[in-house]
């Protein structure tokens, strides 16, 4: 069982893994991150990813 530090960890490792893999995909113009999270927010802009603060709950009012 993992502790919360241990599954934040584990977290930021596999979408930093994801977010490299995407960006190597020469057709894939750019990325955005949509979170209503500061926190993930500041993390995507620091990796270097565009990002867009979600203002609706959910993850359909994130891709409209």
Known sequence: TLDAEERHDLVEGLVARTLEAVESVARIEDVLVVSPDR???DWATDVGVRTVRQRTVG??????
């Open 39 to 41: 926190t993930v927010l």
């Open 59 to 64: 993850q359909y009012g994130a891709v409209r």
